[in-house]
């Protein structure tokens, strides 16, 4: 297990109250990176810097972090450390960015696709039910695309495909209908003017239903489901042999993606020759053949981490580590 070095890390996070947030799966990231001192890693998902912090504790003076973030928030928790690059990008330019500085493979990466605490606690942001403000949800600002925007052009199908297929709620179909007949009388700019407008079609506990529309749109809004697909892809041709992929997930759309791909090597369905019986060579061998989830104690100092999803794949070569 992670040494003391992240203990101490861990508390000095949860006894502090203005914190972004509290990393998620912290010790368990640690020791599924197999961090080397003089390593070069990636943290897809800066946030507020807690994950990031840690390996740093692991690296010496010649290795070196990258951070990745879209949030411009989230830059001014970067460390003052020589060793860290922080690119204001989404992770889906992963290797992109990476080769623009130089570095052709790393030793290991990290995604956090969690949303953070600093997110949803900021109102203006409009990703949590709690506050009233525009109906916002884009991770990075310089987009144009706002759920206010889905809610508004988006046809009755396209509502009910995305309703039912990025936050599986039940009745997806008659939400679609509501909203579709809702906008025609007024608009649906904010928060509370959306759930005024779709009130009726609320089943079972609607902090829970609200809490899967909001997952639908905000997936929608950031294309999360397609940006983790083109994160994966890239991973094999990135990482050095033996290097390590870390990816924490919160939902079961993101953890099915990720179990599949690191599985096959492929994001598409992979089928055995039919002469042969052989399927392509893939080249990521599973270390997690079940995700790793909360400790007890995390779950009681880290309500986040509730639903979180470690998953781990290393690169091998020719079928050997």
């Known amino acids: 297990m992670a040494n003391n070095k992240t203990s101490i890390l861990i508390n000095q996070l949860t006894e502090n109250p203005v914190e972004y947030h509290i990393p998620v799966l912290l010790n368990e990231v640690i020791d599924a990176l197999n961090i080397k001192p003089n390593g070069i890693y990636v943290d897809c998902t800066f946030g507020g810097g807690g994950h990031s912090k840690a390996i740093l504790n692991y690296l010496?003076?010649?290795?070196?972090?990258?951070?990745?973030?879209?949030?411009?928030?989230?830059?001014?928790?970067?460390?003052?450390?020589?060793?860290?690059?922080?690119?204001?990008?989404?992770?889906?330019?992963?290797?992109?960015?990476?080769?623009?500085?130089?570095?052709?493979?790393?030793?290991?990466?990290?995604?956090?696709?969690?949303?953070?605490?600093?997110?949803?606690?900021?109102?203006?942001?409009?990703?949590?039910?709690?506050?009233?403000?525009?109906?916002?949800?884009?991770?990075?600002?310089?987009?144009?695309l706002t759920a206010a925007n889905v809610l508004k052009d988006f046809t009755e199908q396209q509502l009910h495909k995305m309703f039912e297929q990025f936050g599986e709620v039940t009745n997806a179909k008659t939400l679609a209908k509501t909203i579709a007949q809702q906008r025609s009388i007024a608009s649906i700019k904010t928060i509370n003017e959306f759930k005024k407008a779709i009130h009726t079609a609320v089943k079972g506990n609607p902090q829970k239903y609200f809490a899967q529309v909001f997952q639908a749109l905000r997936i929608q809004v950031n294309s999360e489901l397609n940006v983790l697909q083109d994160l994966l892809q890239q991973i094999p041709s990135v990482l050095k042999t033996g290097g390590r992929a870390a990816i924490i997930t919160f939902h079961s759309l993101e953890d099915r993606i990720v179990k599949n791909f690191f599985k096959t090597g492929s994001i598409t369905e992979v089928e055995e020759d039919d002469v042969y019986g052989t399927k392509p060579f893939n080249p990521l061998s599973i270390i997690t053949k079940k995700p790793i989830t909360a400790s007890e104690n995390e779950l009681k100092n880290n309500s986040r981490s509730r639903s979180a999803k470690l998953r781990v794949a290393e690169k091998i070569i020719n079928g050997r580590k």
């Open 60 to 144: 010496n003076k010649d290795g070196r972090l990258i951070v990745f973030d879209q949030d411009e928030d989230a830059k001014v928790n970067g460390p003052n450390d020589d060793r860290v690059l922080f690119i204001p990008q989404n992770f889906k330019h992963l290797q992109r960015f990476l080769r623009l500085h130089k570095i052709l493979e790393v030793d290991g990466i990290l995604a956090d696709l969690g949303v953070s605490s600093h997110q949803f606690d900021e109102a203006e942001r409009g990703f949590s039910i709690r506050f009233d403000a525009d109906l916002d949800m884009r991770m990075d600002k310089r987009q144009s």
